[in-house]
Nanobody
Framework: QVQLVESGGGLVQPGGSLRLSCAAS????????MGWYRQVPGKQRELVAF???????NYGDSVKGRFTISRDNAKNMVTLQMNSLKAEDTAVYYC??????????????WGQGTQVTVSS
């Protein structure tokens, strides 16, 4: 089994910054995509950003130019730097990873979620 543990959420004023981190642990042979999704009540979970093993990235349109995703493959960690935060960025942010855990195929794992609130 694999566990994803997020940290770094909280309350920030509009225009401020936050950094989210996610660490993967457990039986890990390799990790393919790692990324972040977010969800607000009553809406579908949406992509924020993901990064593949080689470092290529993809961002949701609403965060391009403001958020930066990075990963440390040696530590099985992914980080999301969020700048110029807006009220509409308020959501629960979930870490996501596709992991080869030795059971024959890549499996998708999710973290428990961390709340980000942008408010004055």
């Amino acid at each position: 089994q694999v566990q994803l543990v997020e940290s770094g959420g909280g309350l920030v004023q509009p225009g401020g910054s936050l950094r989210l981190s996610c660490a993967a642990s457990g039986t890990i042979f390799s990790i393919y995509n790692m990324g972040w999704y977010r969800q607000v009540p009553g809406k579908q979970r949406e992509l924020v950003a993901f990064i593949i093993t080689g470092g290529s990235t993809n961002y949701g349109d609403s965060v391009k130019g403001r958020f930066t995703i990075s990963r440390d493959n040696a530590k099985n960690m992914v980080t999301l730097q969020m700048n110029s935060l807006k009220a509409e960025d308020t959501a629960v942010y979930y870490c996501n990873a596709w992991v080869n855990d030795g059971r024959g195929r890549a499996r998708e794992y999710w973290g428990q979620g961390t709340q980000v609130t942008v408010s004055s």
